[in-house]
């Protein structure tokens, strides 16, 4: 079931909050917790309209604050100050924490109030895609010819797709009604929209009407009677410039009547018409110019039984009319006239059961860097883990220490001269009173780790006083820490070899049992969704049954991480097309992997040998192996060795524009995970959650 959907707009007054309204009822009918977001309001000032109307209309409890992302203002900030990511974080992070309290949430996309069409367009698009939602576009047919209106639908549609969005319709709203029907046809005549659901609404001009009470709100008028006639809509306004006979030849139902204050004929004229039986009632007057009837009108006006409400406003008339012209009325939550119309035509102009039927079985497979980046450390945070840190005296772990205790990832230890770490932090100013420091040659258990250490490696000759050397490396001791229980996982290499984070793993940790090698996979997220690469940082040239093994522990990664295993063994050659010792080999070691898969009870989808196109991209997939269950769809790609694995990754790294997280290491009986020596804050802080998640698997009940 889809647990999401973003709603945004292609301009302004497309009539975007109709259909959220229209969306919402229809999902309040199946899903008892249905949420309301908006990532980006408009100011914080005062509260948002759309927030407004949804909490009051369906009840909806939630603090008023934990209902949007930030303001446009903050968003901007962030923006000039060279922080955009800033802002999808936060709003990511808001978002999630709402979805923890609901079964469903509509975002609403911003208004279009403050930029231009295309900016505003990309920023839902990347919003939408960062929250993993999948889109209903609304587009604005107001004022348009055909032609125009499904051009503008049709430009909206490939930009989304572009952008790698999932989209699951369009709704056309404020068409002319004699235009809707073709536009509708037009567009479900597209192939690019042939598979999605595409709706039409003509305009009803009722709709668009504002209350007299949104009239007084815009003008900042002064209510001098008939407060409880300020729901009453206006359908026209005239200005009563006039004499009386000509004024009330051009006055009808729902008029406001525009006049100076000082008119009192017209205004005795205009209760007369709404006594009358023969003339219909107006909505209401506003009299201009600062000037009032004095109080023998006001009381006829306000003891009238056919009254209405009178506004006051200093302005001269011309220019309140004109600001009368431009006001956009909203839908207020106590306007149930109008909602009740607005219901009527989203029910009869939208296949409900369709849309119902979409909505709660779409599940967009986007999943962007920052929202795998956010999830695993909330992933991490879900059951703590003890991390150490052997590193302890570098600033990049200290900076990465900080964020970690701040956010409550995992508990710290770092290794190394307390008095100098204590100095550094002090210098750089960091908060790190939680931190445990350690340093390893005068470390308490430094004779127990160094006594254990040589049980296990007397046997290739180490003598008792090379154990007590060894022990008092900062990896062999961090190492000991996680084989002993002390700590859950390890992360070195900002300033060691791989090699030097691998070797006391290897020698004290040891791997899994029947598992004969120790592997790795990166994390590549790419715009749209998150891959498996292994390994392509540790075995330079794996035979088959060591490539089969790489294959398995690389989905049962993935698996770790959330992302579904589709394994494919990659090669030069798809499928049997190919021959020669490099193909042989993927091809044992695809069936050593099916085998293995099978023993186990896996139920994996293995292909190989398979290129990498026909592993990945469904259109080629078809012509080279229309058949398989993988071609296309895969998620995890084995490469055949470290030459090829290690700079496919950082092609697509660097071309792609990539995050590659990793390299994460598998095959050991507890989580070690090694940094590059170039990595930045962000990769320590995201190293430690992976850890931190590996070693939450690792004590997790076997299925």
Same mark, same amino acid.
């Given at each position: 079931?889809?647990?999401?959907?973003?709603?945004?707009?292609?301009?302004?007054?497309?009539?975007?909050?109709?259909?959220?309204?229209?969306?919402?009822?229809?999902?309040?009918?199946?899903?008892?917790?249905?949420?309301?977001?908006?990532?980006?309001?408009?100011?914080?000032?005062?509260?948002?309209?759309?927030?407004?109307?949804?909490?009051?209309?369906?009840?909806?409890?939630?603090?008023?604050?934990?209902?949007?992302?930030?303001?446009?203002?903050?968003?901007? +900030?962030?923006?000039?100050?060279?922080?955009?990511?800033?802002?999808?974080?936060?709003?990511?992070?808001?978002?999630?924490?709402?979805?923890?309290?609901?079964?469903?949430?509509?975002?609403?996309?911003?208004?279009?109030?403050?930029?231009?069409?295309?900016?505003?367009?990309?920023?839902?698009?990347?919003?939408?895609?960062?929250?993993?939602?999948?889109?209903?576009?609304?587009?604005?047919?107001?004022?348009?010819?055909?032609?125009?209106?499904?051009?503008?639908?049709?430009?909206?549609?490939?930009?989304?797709? +572009?952008?790698?969005?999932?989209?699951?319709?369009?709704?056309?709203?404020?068409?002319?009604?004699?235009?809707?029907?073709?536009?509708?046809?037009?567009?479900?005549?597209?192939?690019?929209?042939?598979?999605?659901?595409?709706?039409?609404?003509?305009?009803?001009?009722?709709?668009?009407?504002?209350?007299?009470?949104?009239?007084?709100?815009?003008?900042?008028?002064?209510?001098?009677?008939?407060?409880?006639?300020?729901?009453?809509?206006?359908?026209?306004?005239?200005?009563? %410039?006039?004499?009386?006979?000509?004024?009330?030849?051009?006055?009808?139902?729902?008029?406001?009547?525009?006049?100076?204050?000082?008119?009192?004929?017209?205004?005795?004229?205009?209760?007369?018409?709404?006594?009358?039986?023969?003339?219909?009632?107006?909505?209401?007057?506003?009299?201009?110019?600062?000037?009032?009837?004095?109080?023998?009108?006001?009381?006829?006006?306000?003891?009238?039984?056919?009254?209405?409400?009178?506004?006051?406003?200093?302005?001269?008339?011309?220019?309140?009319?004109?600001?009368?012209?431009?006001?956009?009325?909203?839908?207020?939550? +106590?306007?149930?006239?109008?909602?009740?119309?607005?219901?009527?035509?989203?029910?009869?102009?939208?296949?409900?059961?369709?849309?119902?039927?979409?909505?709660?079985?779409?599940?967009?497979?986007?999943?962007?860097?920052?929202?795998?980046?956010?999830?695993?450390?909330?992933?991490?945070?879900?059951?703590?883990?003890?991390?150490?840190?052997?590193?302890?005296?570098?600033?990049?772990?200290?900076?990465?220490?900080?964020?970690?205790?701040?956010?409550?990832?995992?508990?710290?230890?770092?290794?190394?001269?307390?008095?100098?770490?204590?100095?550094?932090?002090?210098?750089?100013?960091?908060?790190?009173?939680?931190?445990?420091?350690?340093?390893?040659?005068?470390?308490?258990?430094?004779?127990?780790?160094?006594?254990?250490?040589?049980?296990?490696?007397?046997?290739?000759?180490?003598?008792?006083?090379?154990?007590?050397?060894?022990?008092?490396?900062?990896?062999?001791?961090?190492?000991?820490?996680?084989?002993?229980?002390?700590?859950?996982?390890?992360?070195?290499?900002?300033?060691?070899?791989?090699?030097?984070?691998?070797?006391?793993?290897?020698?004290?940790?040891?791997?899994?049992?029947?598992?004969?090698?120790?592997?790795?996979?990166?994390?590549?997220?790419?715009?749209?969704?998150?891959?498996?690469?292994?390994?392509?940082?540790?075995?330079?040239?794996?035979?088959?049954?060591?490539?089969?093994?790489?294959?398995?522990?690389?989905?049962?990664?993935?698996?770790?991480?959330?992302?579904?295993?589709?394994?494919?063994?990659?090669?030069?050659?798809?499928?049997?097309?190919?021959?020669?010792?490099?193909?042989?080999?993927?091809?044992?070691?695809?069936?050593? %992997?099916?085998?293995?898969?099978?023993?186990?009870?896996?139920?994996?989808?293995?292909?190989?040998?398979?290129?990498?196109?026909?592993?990945?991209?469904?259109?080629?997939?078809?012509?080279?192996?229309?058949?398989?269950?993988?071609?296309?769809?895969?998620?995890?790609?084995?490469?055949?060795?470290?030459?090829?694995?290690?700079?496919?990754?950082?092609?697509?790294?660097?071309?792609?524009?990539?995050?590659?997280?990793?390299?994460?290491?598998?095959?050991?009986?507890?989580?070690?995970?090694?940094?590059?020596?170039?990595?930045?804050?962000? +990769?320590?802080?995201?190293?430690?959650?992976?850890?931190?998640?590996?070693?939450?698997?690792?004590?997790?009940?076997?299925?």
């Amino acid at each position: 079931m889809s647990d999401s959907l973003y709603i945004t707009g292609t301009e302004a007054r497309s009539g975007k909050s109709a259909i959220v309204l229209g969306v919402m009822e229809l999902l309040h009918r199946k899903i008892s917790r249905v949420g309301f977001f908006r990532p980006i309001i408009s100011g914080l000032q005062e509260r948002d309209s759309n927030i407004h109307l949804i909490a009051t209309h369906f009840g909806i409890t939630t603090p008023y604050e934990k209902m949007y992302g930030c303001s446009a203002k903050e968003a901007t +900030d962030l923006a000039s100050e060279g922080k955009p990511m800033e802002v999808i974080e936060g709003i990511i992070k808001k978002y999630n924490e709402l979805k923890e309290t609901c079964d469903f949430i509509v975002c609403d996309g911003t208004n279009y109030a403050a930029s231009t069409a295309a900016f505003e367009f990309d920023i839902n698009a990347e919003i939408s895609k960062n929250l993993s939602c999948p889109v209903l576009l609304v587009a604005n047919g107001c004022g348009k010819e055909t032609r125009e209106t499904v051009r503008s639908v049709e430009v909206a549609l490939e930009s989304l797709q +572009d952008k790698k969005c999932q989209t699951i319709g369009a709704v056309i709203n404020r068409t002319a009604p004699n235009q809707t029907e073709e536009i509708v046809r037009r567009l479900r005549g597209n192939p690019q929209a042939a598979s999605l659901l595409i709706y039409g609404i003509p305009e009803n001009p009722a709709l668009g009407r504002p209350t007299i009470g949104e009239v007084a709100r815009a003008l900042k008028a002064e209510v001098l009677c008939g407060e409880k006639w300020l729901s009453l809509h206006v359908s026209s306004f005239t200005i009563g %410039a006039m004499q009386i006979q000509n004024l009330l030849k051009r006055i009808q139902r729902g008029s406001l009547v525009i006049t100076a204050g000082d008119r009192t004929d017209v205004i005795v004229a205009c209760l007369a018409a709404g006594a009358s039986t023969s003339r219909q009632n107006i909505a209401g007057m506003v009299l201009t110019g600062g000037l009032k009837p004095d109080d023998t009108i006001l009381d006829l006006l306000a003891t009238s039984p056919r009254t209405f409400p009178v506004l006051s406003v200093p302005e001269d008339t011309f220019p309140v009319a004109r600001r009368v012209n431009r006001i956009h009325t909203k839908i207020s939550p +106590d306007d149930d006239r109008k909602i009740t119309q607005l219901f009527a035509l989203f029910e009869k102009h939208i296949n409900t059961a369709e849309l119902e039927r979409e909505l709660v079985t779409t599940r967009t497979a986007i999943v962007t860097p920052k929202m795998f980046e956010y999830n695993l450390i909330q992933r991490a945070k879900t059951k703590k883990q003890h991390i150490v840190l052997p590193e302890g005296d570098e600033e990049r772990i200290l900076r990465a220490a900080e964020i970690l205790l701040q956010r409550e990832v995992a508990d710290i230890t770092l290794l190394g001269p307390a008095d100098s770490i204590k100095e550094k932090i002090t210098h750089l100013g960091l908060r790190l009173s939680r931190v445990q420091i350690i340093d390893p040659n005068s470390a308490p258990r430094l004779a127990e780790y160094a006594e254990n250490y040589y049980e296990l490696r007397k046997h290739k000759g180490i003598t008792e006083e090379n154990a007590w050397d060894m022990i008092k490396g900062r990896n062999f001791f961090a190492t000991m820490m996680v084989r002993e229980g002390h700590a859950n996982g390890m992360v070195s290499g900002a300033v060691h070899s791989t090699a030097d984070t691998i070797r006391p793993a290897l020698q004290i940790i040891r791997t899994k049992p029947g598992v004969s090698l120790v592997s790795s996979v990166f994390l590549m997220c790419l715009e749209d969704r998150v891959l498996v690469y292994g390994d392509c940082a540790v075995n330079p040239d794996p035979n088959a049954d060591q490539l089969a093994e790489i294959a398995i522990s690389s989905a049962e990664t993935a698996l770790t991480f959330g992302i579904a295993p589709t394994v494919a063994l990659l090669s030069y050659s798809t499928g049997g097309s190919g021959t020669g010792a490099d193909v042989d080999k993927v091809r044992e070691a695809t069936r050593i %992997a099916k085998e293995i898969a099978r023993k186990q009870g896996l139920q994996l989808k293995i292909e190989g040998p398979i290129q990498y196109d026909a592993a990945v991209d469904a259109a080629v997939a078809k012509t080279k192996l229309p058949d398989s269950e993988v071609a296309g769809k895969a998620t995890v790609f084995i490469f055949p060795d470290l030459n090829t694995g290690n700079n496919t990754y950082k092609a697509v790294q660097r071309s792609a524009g990539a995050v590659a997280i990793g390299p994460v290491l598998q095959g050991l009986r507890h989580p070690v995970n090694d940094l590059s020596r170039g990595c930045t804050v962000p +990769d320590i802080v995201n190293t430690v959650a992976i850890t931190a998640i590996q070693a939450q698997a690792e004590q997790e009940p076997p299925h």
